[in-house]
Structure formats: structure tokens, C-alpha cells
């Protein structure tokens, strides 16, 4: 009876613990978009200067990713050669800037729950770049799901109260660059056997952002910033986002270590809904029922695509498991038959 409650004692406080980091990572998401849309937004906070905010925020990731890898030492540090920084991080950190300048910049234009609905597409983005990067194979069916996902968004854009091409167009390049990154991570990162969990990629990856962004910057916002004399920095404001952005990182890194990354996009699912939810009822957007029907149609679609890459995922753990079986199988077989020849040998002699 103790064993039994002692296991049942166990199976419950990991069941609570991935709740709790499911919940922690929601909250995190859930804060650092509404918090961003706050300073962004000509209505609210009106600082709607996106490449300064991300630059800030790399500035911030990096050097709290530098102080618990090289000083604190809390986080083992990834041993990569120049060559492979260059050729490999480099190329990452730039679409990473151009991911995040874009999607920032959508807020200025878009709403809270338009800007999650246009998201459902990341998975028709990264599998299409996939496809053409040889990463993943043409598959009708899959290709048919992807459809009905775009079919779905369009649905939802064509319901959008407030439109805004340009802004349209802001997101949908972000999601494209983010879709490309992920498949570039795999090519350039995964391939070679790196692997860099949250605090080791934004060691490597901010300061590239950084740099990256800070040639458009002097271009775009910093004459615009020189003019605005009224403007003061809130260390509170930018501090605290700062800190949310850094921290949502980690929640990443504990989520998908502790439970899957299947865990993290269901969790997302259920984020994207209570944003919209969000949107509707305390920044008082407009959500039509053509916007919810559509993203209702583009959400099937995305939890059909999840189930199908669980199912594919389970199928190949099955056959690699068969294969093991196999092998052990076989050699026992020849031990067992070793054995055999060895004993008849003696019994002649």
C-alpha cells in the first residue's frame, strides 16, 4: 500500500508540475505580447518604435544569458568554433532580428487577436520551407491540411473590422522569416550535432540581433528618436518587458525540457484563445463571427497537423523499438548458437 501511494503521490506531483509550467509558460506569452502591444501602440503607451524595443530586449537577454553562463555558471556553455558561428549563428541571428522587427512592428497596426489568428500559419510556413529545403517530403494530405489552414486565416482576414495591409503584410513576413529560422536551425544547427537550449541560443544569438538590427535602426528610428525630445527612458516600463521577454525564454527551456514540444503547442493553442479572448473583452478589439469562424476552421486544421506529427512521432519510437527487439533477438540467438558448436566440439574431442 505504501508503494502504491507513493507512486501515486508521484505520478500526481508530475502531472501538477507540468500543469504548472504549462501555466507559467501561458502567462509569460500571454504578457510579453499584450505588454509589447502596451508600448507599441499609438493608443496606449505610444512608443511605436519596434527595432529600438527589440534592440533593447536582446541588449537585456544577452547580457543576463552572459552573467549565468560565464559568471554564475549556472548554465553549461556550448563549445562551438569560429567557423561554425559564423557560417551557422550568424545567418540564425538575422532572420531571428528580422522575425522579431516585423512581428513588433504589426502591433502598431493590428489587433491583439487579429495578430494570433494570422500566427495559425506558421505551421503551413514552416512545412512549405521545409518541403523546399528538402527537410520534409511532399505529402498530399499534409499539403491538402495546409490549405485548409490558409483557408481558414483567409476566412478570418476577410472578418477583420480593422485590416490593415500593411500590417497584414508585416506579419505574414514575420511568420515567413520565423518559419525559415526554425528550418535554418535544423539545416545549419540540429545537423551538426549542436544543440542550444534558450539560454545558450540567446548568448549566441542576441548580440547578432543586436548588430543586425542596429544598421536599420540608425536609419529608420534613430533620426525620428532625436526629435522626440519630450521622450524620457522609463527604466520601469522597458525593465519590466525586458525581464518578461528574458523570462519567457526560460519558461521555453522549462516547458519543453520537463514535458514535449507537442506540450508547448497545445499550450499554445489554449494562449492564441485567451489572447483573442483577451482582445475582446479588455483592449475592447472587434471580434467578428466570420473572424472567429475562420480561425475556428484554420484551429482544426493546426490541431490536425499536431495530431498527425504525434502519431508519425509514436509510429517511427514503435519501429525503432521493433528494431532494438530485433538485434537483441538476433543476438542471442547467435550466443545461443556459439554456445552450441562450442559444446559439440568438446563432446567429439
Known amino acids: 500500500m505504501g508503494k502504491g501511494g507513493s507512486l501515486s503521490e508521484g505520478?500526481?506531483?508530475?502531472i501538477l508540475l507540468s500543469y504548472s509550467y504549462v501555466a507559467i509558460w501561458i502567462f509569460l506569452s500571454f504578457t510579453v505580447i499584450v505588454y509589447n502591444k502596451y508600448i507599441l501602440d499609438k493608443k496606449m503607451y505610444n512608443w511605436p518604435f519596434p527595432i529600438s524595443l527589440t534592440m533593447i530586449h536582446m541588449s537585456f537577454c544577452a547580457t543576463l544569458a552572459f552573467l549565468l553562463i560565464k559568471v554564475f555558471k549556472v548554465v553549461e556553455p556550448v563549445s562551438?568554433?569560429?567557423e561554425v558561428f559564423l557560417s551557422s549563428v550568424v545567418p540564425i541571428g538575422a532572420l531571428y532580428s528580422l522575425s522579431l522587427w516585423l512581428s513588433n512592428s504589426a502591433y502598431i497596426y493590428l489587433s491583439v487577436s487579429f495578430i494570433q489568428m494570422l500566427k495559425a500559419l506558421m505551421p503551413v510556413a514552416v512545412?512549405?520551407?521545409?518541403v523546399l529545403f528538402k527537410k520534409e517530403g511532399f505529402k498530399t494530405d499534409t499539403m491538402v491540411n495546409m490549405l485548409s489552414i490558409s483557408?481558414?486565416?483567409?476566412?478570418?482576414?476577410?472578418?477583420?473590422a480593422r485590416f490593415d495591409t500593411w500590417g497584414v503584410i508585416l506579419q505574414l513576413g514575420a511568420v515567413a522569416f520565423e518559419a525559415t529560422r526554425l528550418v535554418m536551425i535544423q539545416i545549419l544547427l540540429t545537423s551538426k550535432g549542436i544543440t542550444l537550449n534558450p539560454i545558450t541560443?540567446?548568448?549566441y544569438v542576441a548580440p547578432c540581433c543586436f548588430v543586425f538590427l542596429l544598421v536599420p535602426w540608425i536609419f529608420v528610428e534613430l533620426p525620428v528618436l532625436r526629435e522626440t525630445s519630450s521622450f524620457h527612458f522609463d527604466f520601469f516600463v522597458f525593465g519590466t518587458n525586458s525581464l518578461c521577454a528574458f523570462a519567457l525564454n526560460l519558461a521555453v527551456f522549462l516547458l519543453v525540457g520537463k514535458t514535449s514540444a507537442l506540450t508547448m503547442n497545445v499550450a499554445g493553442v489554449v494562449k492564441d484563445w485567451l489572447l483573442i479572448a483577451f482582445s475582446w473583452s479588455v483592449i475592447k478589439d472587434t471580434v467578428t463571427p466570420i473572424n472567429l469562424f475562420g480561425y475556428g476552421l484554420a484551429f482544426l486544421g493546426v490541431a490536425y497537423y499536431n495530431h498527425s506529427k504525434l502519431q508519425a512521432l509514436k509510429a517511427k519510437e514503435a519501429q525503432k523499438k521493433s528494431t532494438q527487439a530485433d538485434e537483441e533477438a538476433g543476438r542471442l540467438l547467435e550466443e545461443r548458437e556459439g554456445e552450441g558448436i562450442g559444446k559439440k566440439s568438446e563432446s567429439q574431442g
Do not use: P
Not at 483557408?151 to 477583420?160: K, L
Open 80 to 82: 562551438m568554433s569560429r
Open 151 to 160: 483557408f481558414g486565416v483567409a476566412i478570418a482576414a476577410y472578418g477583420e
Open 201 to 203: 541560443s540567446l548568448y
Open 127 to 130: 512545412y512549405s520551407i521545409g
Open 11 to 14: 505520478v500526481v506531483k508530475k
